[in-house]
């Protein structure tokens, strides 16, 4: 299947501080979602977004979808413990079927207080 | 709200011995997914289903085999349970049309 690259894999970020992560695939994706898990529980998810270029805000949560359409970007503004956990990128392809989409390997963020 | 619900959380179970994991979800949804999580490799798919009694094979289906007799059900049976099939599953549905897919909380499997 398609391959999504999520970096960083890990970080530790102090509380307060923003956050970024990224995801890029070899292929366009048509949208980009993103996820987050916390420990032990299913992904909820964020944000999602549908059109190239697109920046979409939820909260302190700003994703965007890239021009090229191979990647997309989240941010975490003015971190806080709860917002420790996984978040995962996930991209949807043309409908040559039904909704698969696909998701990337996860970063795991750990905030210090 | 949607609620995607699984039959347990945790469930330990032995080498050789058949196990079901079921699913299910109140939306109306007609696809659903299983996916399994392991450290570092994200969520895979295993199988999915865009209807009742339809099933499509995902990225890693070596292994599990499934069942959708209705709508809002959909079951991941391990017919041999394996050590290497020790994993968090997770199960997820969307509408028909949409990539949005909304989770169960998972369910930790252990073989012993």
């Known amino acids: 299947g398609q391959q999504l690259n999520q970096s960083p894999q890990s970080m530790f970020i102090q509380e307060g501080e923003d956050v970024s992560m990224n995801c890029t695939s070899s292929s366009i994706f048509n949208t980009w979602l993103w996820y987050k898990q916390d420990p032990g529980e299913g992904p909820v998810l964020l944000i999602a977004?549908?059109?190239?270029?697109e920046l979409t805000s939820n909260g302190r949560l700003t994703a965007q979808f890239g021009i090229t359409r191979k990647d997309s970007f989240l941010n975490i503004s003015a971190s806080i413990p709860s917002d420790v956990g996984i978040y995962f990128c996930?991209?949807?392809?043309?409908?040559?079927?039904?909704?698969?989409?696909?998701f990337g390997t996860g970063t795991k963020l750990q905030v210090i207080p | 709200d949607v609620k995607v619900t699984q039959s347990s959380r945790y469930l330990v179970k032995r080498t050789g011995e058949k196990v079901f994991l079921e699913c299910v979800q109140d939306m109306d949804h007609e696809n659903m997914f299983w996916y399994r999580q392991d450290p570092g490799l994200g969520l895979r798919l295993i199988y999915f289903?865009?209807?009742?009694?339809?099933?499509e094979k995902g990225d890693i289906p070596e292994g599990y085999s499934v069942s959708r007799e209705k709508k809002e059900r959909f079951s991941l049976i391990l017919e041999s349970a394996s050590t290497n099939q020790t994993s968090m599953y997770l199960c997820?549905?969307?509408?028909?049309?949409?990539?949005?897919?909304?989770f169960g909380p998972g369910t930790r499997l252990t073989v012993t």
């Open positions: 997820a549905s969307s509408p028909a049309g949409e990539d949005e897919q909304y």
């Open positions: 289903s865009y209807d009742v009694k339809m099933k």
């Open positions: 977004l549908y059109k190239a270029g």
């Open positions: 996930a991209g949807g392809y043309p409908p040559g079927g039904y909704q698969k989409v696909t």
